[in-house]
T-cell receptor, first 112, second 107 residues
Framework: NAGVTQTPKFQVLKTGQSMTLQCAQD?????MSWYRQDPGMGLRLIHY???????DQGEVPNGYNVSRSTTEDFPLRLLSAAPSQTSVYFC???????????FGQGTRLTVV | ELKVEQNPLFLSMQEGKNYTIYCNYS?????LYWYRQDPGKSLESLFV?????AVKQEGRLMASLDTKARLSTLHITAAVHDLSATYFC???????FGAGTRLTVKP
């Protein structure tokens, strides 16, 4: 029972590079979301999806794109990385009852 | 826009003592979550509170929700070292988080 799987765990990017953070869940959850965690600021919602083909912006969407072609996968794309995007990124999934959320192990991203 | 405020942000307790962490939020919601995070780790769900007056308890932790006051509390009873962690509340369906309370329990 894998739950929510994020890859990679660590990544260093140069300013201007692009990359995709992967998130997959095996619980058939409709709702998935991406957060970033910065020191002293809790977690901030970047984008979320309520089902395949449906995505929406959260609190801090600028510089990030998402898509949801399947129920299982919800990748987060950084189009042109900036040092301000240095953070720890968490993916989460929940069922339609919006009860317990399951979080991935996080991706620690450094942009230099 | 929904704002979520936790206090205190830092809490140092002696083992065996009781304390309460507060979570205030700015707009109407009847759905509140509490999470625990250990250093360098992911988040672990503690409680989901789904209605006014909801109270849930697990071991030394008890959470409550007052939707009229827009307030949730996480009460710690007879703290032990293993409770040292950062505790977050999150509000509403899309889970907007507070800044977290870093709890340290000292012998």
């Amino acid at each position: 029972n894998a739950g929510v799987t994020q890859t990679p765990k660590f990544q260093v990017l140069k300013t201007g590079q692009s990359m995709t953070l992967q998130c997959a869940q095996d619980m058939n959850h409709e709702y998935m979301s991406w957060y970033r965690q910065d020191p002293g600021m809790g977690l901030r919602l970047i984008h979320y999806s309520v089902g395949a083909g449906i995505t929406d912006q959260g609190e801090v969407p600028n510089g990030y794109n998402v898509s949801r072609s399947t129920t299982e996968d919800f990748p987060l794309r950084l189009l042109s990385a900036a040092p301000s995007q240095t953070s720890v990124y968490f993916c989460a999934s929940r069922d339609t009852g919006f009860r317990v959320a399951f979080f991935g192990q996080g991706t620690r991203l450094t942009v230099v | 826009e929904l704002k979520v405020e936790q206090n205190p942000l830092f809490l140092s307790m002696q083992e065996g003592k009781n304390y309460t962490i507060y979570c205030n939020y700015s707009t109407t919601s009847d759905r509140l979550y509490w999470y625990r995070q250990d250093p360098g780790k992911s988040l672990e769900s503690l409680f989901v509170l789904l209605s006014n007056g909801a109270v849930k308890q697990e071991g030394r932790l008890m959470a409550s929700l007052d939707t009229k006051a827009r307030l949730s509390t996480l009460h710690i009873t007879a703290a032990v070292h293993d409770l040292s962690a950062t505790y977050f509340c999150a509000v509403d369906n899309d889970m907007r988080f507070g800044a977290g309370t870093r709890l340290t329990v000292k012998p």
